[in-house]
């Protein structure tokens, strides 16, 4: 029998955010019930934590019932699409939009190539999303959260704005689940 509850959010020995969900993993879900897998791309370089900033936030709302993982790489949300139905990813990028600057994009998209992603991402998004919809296992509903960032070298703290702009992303992202559920 599945343990139907709230899930106690914080870092497993992995270094991902635990599940944050109504929903015991070790459950089958609901059909009627969509799953929403929010997974914060990023790394130690400067606003590409900015990722990671999103996911540790939205996983410490004890109201929000979605998944939450941090990832170094977006290779790693493959691992995680099992039963998901709506995937929000969300990354600090480079474009010609100024610091801060959020672009929501429903995948596919063309759009995805003016961005370049940043971090040490040994394969990018839109690469990954394509391997996931070629295996048959991209979600029905997927959403890229484009963050323009300000500084991306290696071992620099993040710009001081990156706490105010994940939280707005993490509000933007946190009404967009629950209209899906």
């Known amino acids: 029998m599945c343990d139907v509850g709230k899930s106690e959010s914080g870092v497993s020995p992995d270094g991902d955010w635990v599940v944050r969900s ?7 879900l609901p059909p009627h019930r969509a799953t929403c897998l929010v997974v914060g791309v ?12 999103v996911a540790r936030i939205l996983a410490a709302k004890p109201d929000l019932s979605v998944i939450v993982r941090s990832a170094q790489t977006p290779l790693d949300l493959l691992n995680w699409l099992e039963g998901v139905t709506d995937l929000q990813v969300v990354d600090a990028c480079i474009s010609k939009g100024t610091p801060g600057s959020v672009r929501q994009l429903k995948f596919p998209n063309d759009q995805l190539d003016d961005f370049r992603w940043a971090g040490t991402h040994d394969f990018d998004l839109k690469a990954t999303l394509e ?12 959403t890229i959260w484009a963050v323009q960032g300000a500084s991306f070298a290696a071992q620099l703290p993040p710009s001081p704005q990156i706490n105010h702009w994940a939280e707005n992303v993490a509000l933007m992202i946190a009404e967009h689940c629950q209209l899906q559920t």
Do not use: K, M, N, Y
């Open 131 to 142: 391997l996931a919809e070629a295996v048959g296992q991209l979600p029905a509903s997927v």
């Open 42 to 53: 990023g790394s130690t370089h400067g606003d590409d934590r900015l990722g990671w900033e």
């Open 22 to 28: 109504e929903f015991d993993r070790s459950c089958e």
